[in-house]
């Protein structure tokens, strides 16, 4: 019995940073989609 809640703890901190990674992954992602929109509007004028 003891081992349940290690193991809730520990699948629930890898949730914690599968969440943070996939936030960070938008993150980037949305600053490279502008960075990359701005160059191209930049390439234009």
């Known amino acids: 019995d ?3 809640p290690i193991k809730a703890e520990t699948a629930e901190a890898g949730v914690t ?4 990674f996939l936030v960070t992954l938008f993150i980037l992602t949305i600053i490279a989609t502008v960075m990359g929109i701005v160059l191209l509007r930049g ?3």
Not at 17 to 20: D, G
């Open 2 to 4: 003891d081992a349940d």
């Open 17 to 20: 940073m599968l969440f943070l």
């Open 43 to 45: 390439s234009y004028h």
